[in-house]
């Protein structure tokens, strides 16, 4: 219940549903992890469905709708917003105000919105975040920091504490498998333990 969206959940586990079986289809079961099992999204899906149909409600309800032809009848202005929403789109319950989201499960700003809308191959779905929510939002873009990167991490004592108590060595086989990531650990552990019993 503490799921912020239900339905952008709902949509996200039958999409991890459907690519997991063309995926399962296209190399085999016995190729594929767990021998082509993966009961997890299904498990999630039937409890967000029964949540849904239990009419939990949630703060955020985002609406899907399916692009299977162009033009499709919804014009967008440069905050994302439905600025007209006529055809197929008013039929599928877009309203001006609503705002673009995702496209295909991927977030999008407007600079990409036309070039993703124009080259993603139908039919895909784009979420929407209905207008009474949208108009409530508000975004912070932080100006992104010019940094000079530093040779190698540099770990304090308590860091290394902090990840001896909390990661296991599952958590490690993972990231030792990355040489470049691996030899930037060994140097900062070098670095915050050289000339110091431990």
């Not at 079961?29 to 099992?37: K, P, S």
């Not at 070039?115 to 992104?144: C, G, H, K, V």
């Amino acid at each position: 219940r503490t799921i912020p969206d239900l339905q952008a959940a709902q949509w996200h586990c039958k999409k991890a549903i459907q690519y997991w079986d063309i995926m399962v289809e296209q190399n085999g079961a016995e190729r594929m992890w767990n021998g082509g099992v993966w009961e997890e999204p299904k498990v999630l899906l039937k409890a967000i469905e029964d949540l849904i149909a239990e009419n939990a409600t949630t703060i955020l309800k985002s609406k899907f709708i399916t692009i299977d032809k162009r033009p499709y009848g919804m014009k967008v202005g440069e905050t994302r917003k439905v600025l007209e929403a006529t055809g197929a789109a008013a039929e599928a319950g877009v309203e001006v105000g609503d705002e673009v989201y995702k496209i295909d499960g991927r977030k999008v700003r407007f600079k990409k919105f036309l070039e993703l809308f124009r080259s993603t191959e139908m039919p895909f779905d784009i979420q929407l975040i209905p207008r009474n929510i949208s108009e409530q939002l508000s975004y912070i873009w932080r100006a992104r920091q010019v940094v000079q990167k530093p040779r190698g991490a540099y770990f304090q004592p308590s860091d290394i504490l902090n990840l001896c108590n909390n990661y296991t060595i599952t958590h490690y086989e993972g990231q030792l498998r990355d040489v470049t990531r691996t030899r930037s650990y060994w140097k900062a552990i070098n670095n915050t333990v050289k000339g110091k019993t431990v």
